[in-house]
């Protein structure tokens, strides 16, 4: 028996070396001159229509534009700094432990040269401490919580190209009170779990703080993906409020917003919806205009008129054949921060900067955007500083084109806690230093 | 007064929406004995296939808006009957001999399979075909506004429970089917064709739920993941009234639809649990369910 062993022994090596060198077979692949890039995002699940898809969709259109270098000034150079991108996508659905196994998977097996992505906030804690460990630049694109850079007081690897939760609501109390409307009680439904949670305790104490004496009228926690609000609707109409506030997101927001006007729900108060022009085109008319609704930052309807920006809407369009919603915006924003924290970095054209140099130089950069220019200005240069727009829904029966009206636009100055400060100890201080013109 | 009337209404809503939900469920378990995961990916199915067809059908121009109810219909029967004539007679019938719990995973693995065609059908984008749901206008009642698609679905599922119940006890096949539940080797003696029940009994079930989905799809915005979301109230509703029984279906999800009313009225908070807050009562009183039966063990 041990005879036989020691004769299969030097097969089984052999076997073993292939076996090695057939799984390190893409890290082989990765060496192939390009830039490469992880994108993370909703491929399947609740998330992946709304958010995903329009994200990837936005990828899509930026990196081809980038490798055939038709992308306006500045951004002019081929790809990343005179090199192809080429990009691996991943599905985000499936649970934080899955996205850090896949996240090392980017890293070490595929050789990603850095990773843009991850829309749910759990993904973004959970990844943000692998990253660092790892040394892989990270460009987290749209997960809105804010302890993201409260829990990495040092962050080296990790930026965020997206505003954090706390501005969509601190926007959207300035929004409504500024408007001039009636708010003297404020109804809430939210999707039970953090997101939900987090908004509505950054809402409520922003009206609070600017609008003395406002009462909160009905709290209701659905469950995620429940689809059925009947019973929320009626509470919410006994509870005669004159706002009602959500960050719903998604089938869960068209569905409520769908059920509310069915019952005249939004009749006779406002509602506003933190994440509802990522739903404009969709709602189709069975959103009542005049319902106010925000795009997490000045993307989508709310992107500025400049060339950068319209160039952006017109290639979407031109590839996706429907207009760009705010996932897309915030995905090309990412991989433009990206690409000119390289480039700014790269000595000459045609090189790729070592990780430290790319994340070193991508620290407090100010960069033009499909929103207009970014700043890397909190969380020590790792977190954008941008302002906020909230408007009104209108629809056109005769177009059938929905649109925003009244639009208000906040400096980012004016709805940002400084560095070393959080959202709501800066809300109860009553917005120390806030700078709204 | 007025939450109390909306409490009642309220529940009624979810309550008769659950029913439809949950009868396809309790249908096979009562006749077949076959915990079908696969329920959701059923509902999830009709409620693509309605929401496609209806948005079809309006993309296309001027047709009469009140068509749109015959398409859900034809939608709902059109993939409940392909889909479930294909489950049983290409997977189930080889199965059938095989232990309960083995059942369980069968049909879950086809869930998984379920799902993933639906999304490669579909695609993952969210179908929202509002149309039908709002074509039948608002009725106030008690000093609140209520949809009337949702007051109907009320009369719907009082006439498929109906139905369900008349056919199982007031009728031939309703007999048969009774004694194949009680002894199904003593009814293949006495002649009785247990195959072809059998088929019937799943195409009905399925058919059901593919109804469920295809009468839901206006009222939602039809998005991956919508099955599995609902499996868990329909298995929670049919526990709580016993497996395999119409009444209990009916009861159980009475009981879950007018308690969830009350806790989203009276103490929100506390709505995400009152669900199997309910379930764990029944169960810890009656462990066979409300209407459910002990099966007594043959030897």
Known sequence: ?437 | MTTLYAILIDGMIYASWLFLVAAGLTVIYGVMRILNMAHGSFYAIGAYTGAALVGWYFAGGDGAPYWSYVLLLVAALGSGLLVGWLVEQGLLQFMYKRDELLMVIITYALLLILEDTTKLIFGVDPYFTYQPYSLLGRSDIGGLTFANYDLLLILVSVLIGAGCWLILNRTHTGKVLRAVIQDREIAVAMGVNVKLMFALTFVVGTTLGTLAGALTAPAISVSPGIGVEVIVLAFAVVVVGGLGSIEGAIVGALLVGLTRSVAVHLAPEVELFVIYGVMSLVLAVRPQGLFGRNLARKI
């Open chain 1, 1 to 437: 028996m041990k005879k036989g062993l020691t004769r299969i022994a030097p097969s089984l090596t052999a076997a073993a070396v292939a076996a090695a060198f057939s799984l390190a077979a893409p890290a082989q692949a990765a060496d192939n001159g390009k830039f490469r890039i992880g994108v993370v995002t909703f491929l399947s699940g609740g998330a992946a229509g709304p958010f995903g898809v329009p994200s990837l969709n936005g990828a899509k259109v930026m990196v081809e534009a980038l490798n055939a270098a038709k992308v306006p000034a500045p951004y002019g150079l081929k790809g990343i700094n005179g090199v192809d991108i080429e990009v691996i996508e991943v599905d985000e659905n499936g649970g934080a432990s899955k996205q850090v196994e896949e996240f090392r998977n980017l890293a070490q097996r595929h050789k990603v040269d850095a990773v843009i992505g991850y829309i749910s906030s759990g993904d973004c804690l959970a990844v943000a401490p692998v990253a660092e460990e790892l040394k892989m630049p990270t460009v987290l694109f749209d997960c809105g919580t804010s302890r993201l850079f409260e829990e990495n007081k040092n962050p080296a690897y990790v930026f965020r190209t997206g505003l954090d939760a706390a501005i969509d609501n601190i926007g959207a109390a300035r929004y409504l009170v500024d408007s001039g409307r009636k708010i003297e009680s404020v109804a809430s439904i939210q999707q039970n779990y953090a997101w939900g949670h987090d908004s509505w305790g950054d809402f409520s104490a922003a009206i609070k703080q600017l609008e003395p004496g406002v009462k909160v009228a009905t709290e209701q926690l659905p469950k995620l993906f429940q689809g059925q609000y009947g019973a929320e609707i009626s509470a919410i109409s006994v509870s005669k409020p004159d706002v009602i506030h959500s960050s719903f997101w998604g089938g869960d927001m068209e569905a409520f917003v769908l059920q509310g006007s069915a019952r005249g729900l939004f009749d006779k108060r406002t509602a506003v919806l933190t994440c509802g022009e990522s739903a404009l085109d969709r709602f189709k008319g069975q959103a009542p205009n005049g319902l106010v609704i925000g795009a997490r930052g000045p993307f989508g309807a709310f992107a500025p008129d400049t060339v950068l920006s319209n160039w952006f809407r017109e290639a979407y369009r031109a590839k996706a054949e429907i207009d760009p919603t705010y996932p897309a915006y915030k995905m090309a924003q990412a991989i433009l921060g990206l690409k000119a924290a390289v480039e700014k970095a790269a000595a000459k054209p045609g090189e790729i900067p070592a990780k430290e140099a790319i994340v070193a130089s991508f620290k407090g950069l100010s960069f033009e955007s499909v929103s207009g220019t970014v700043q890397m200005a909190r969380a020590g240069g790792h977190q954008a500083l941008q302002g906020i727009a909230y408007g009104e829904y209108r629809f056109d029966a005769k177009t059938g084109k929905a649109t925003v009206a009244n639009v208000k636009a906040y400096g980012g100055e004016c709805v940002t806690p400084p560095d070393g400060t959080s959202a709501s100890e800066w809300i109860k201080a009553g917005f120390p230093g806030a700078q709204c013109n």
